[in-house]
């Protein structure tokens, strides 16, 4: 079975892979700018080092997919499942995280500027070093035990905006 990856506006093919699902799949540098992967099943999925700008993916299943050094800058991933999703060292600047899974994720060294982290759940996440400039967050997000999200960088969202 070929699966395409198509851009999420143009239609155009990115990729094509050749098995029954997206799980597993390596895809370790791959170029995916602009992908449609909304709703997919990634499970234990192989992106290190991909290009993932602006792609598309809400409400997929990422759940333990290797993103390290991965560019997810301006991606969209509202109510995307990244449980123990090793995020390390990658991009997420400007990325749409509202109301996704994050537990349990290694954030370590990432870099979330202007992140919408709004009912997002890092909780027990690895924060260690993450860029948290800008990012914002509301009473909904759920922070690692003694994590200081704004001492980071972060914005509570009000009325009016922060800044």
Known sequence: M????????T?????????????????VGACLAGADLRRQILTLARLQKADLREADLSFALLNQVDF???DLTGANAIGAALNDADL?????????LLNANLFRARLNDSVLRGAILVGADLAEADLAGADLTDAVFDAYTRWPDAFDATAHG???RQDPPCR
């Open 154 to 156: 972060a914005c509570l």
């Open 68 to 70: 390290a050094s991965a």
């Open 2 to 9: 070929v699966i395409e990856i198509r851009h999420r506006t």
């Open 11 to 27: 239609g155009d093919l990115l990729r094509e892979v050749e098995a029954p699902t997206l799980a597993r799949v390596e895809l």
């Open 88 to 96: 390390t060292s990658a991009n997420l600047t400007g990325a749409n």
